[in-house]
C-alpha cells in the first residue's frame, strides 16, 4: 500500500521560512517524479514544484520561483520543500503526489498517489 505522510507545516510570520518533508513508502519511490500542490480555501489545488526521479531536473510555478526549492534523497525515500520569503498568499494545504512517469507534470491528473497534506499559514 502506497502512502504518502507530509509533515513541516505550521505557522509563520511573513518573511519567514518552512521545510516541509514527504516520506513515501509501499512504492519504489526513486523511480518516480514528485510534486508539491497546494490548495488555499476556496480554490483549486495547484502546481508548486516538481523534481524528476533522479534530482537532476526541476520545476517551479512561477509564483514560487526564487523562494522555494524542491530536493529529494531516495535513499530515505524522501521529498522536501524549502520554503523562504514567505508570504501570506502561500497559505494553504500542501499536498505531497508521486507521478509514475519520467516526467515532471503540473497537472494533478497527472499524479497517481497524493499525500493528506499539511497546513502551512502565514500571517502578515
Known amino acids: 500500500q502506497v502512502q504518502l505522510v507530509e509533515s513541516g507545516g505550521g505557522l509563520v510570520q511573513a518573511g519567514g521560512s518552512l521545510r516541509l518533508s514527504c516520506a513515501a513508502s509501499g512504492l519504489t519511490f526513486r523511480r518516480y517524479t514528485v510534486a508539491w500542490f497546494c490548495q488555499a480555501p476556496g480554490k483549486e489545488r495547484e502546481f508548486v514544484a516538481g523534481i524528476s526521479w533522479s534530482g537532476d531536473s526541476t520545476y517551479y510555478a512561477d509564483s514560487v520561483k526564487g523562494r522555494f526549492a524542491i530536493s529529494r534523497d531516495n535513499a530515505k525515500n524522501t521529498v522536501y520543500l524549502q520554503m523562504n520569503s514567505l508570504e501570506p498568499e502561500d497559505t494553504a494545504v500542501y499536498y505531497c503526489?508521486?507521478?509514475?512517469?519520467?516526467?515532471?507534470?503540473?497537472?494533478?491528473?497527472?499524479?497517481?498517489?497524493w499525500g493528506q497534506g499539511t497546513q502551512v499559514t502565514v500571517s502578515s
Open positions: 503526489a508521486v507521478r509514475v512517469s519520467l516526467e515532471i507534470g503540473t497537472a494533478n491528473h497527472q499524479y497517481n498517489y
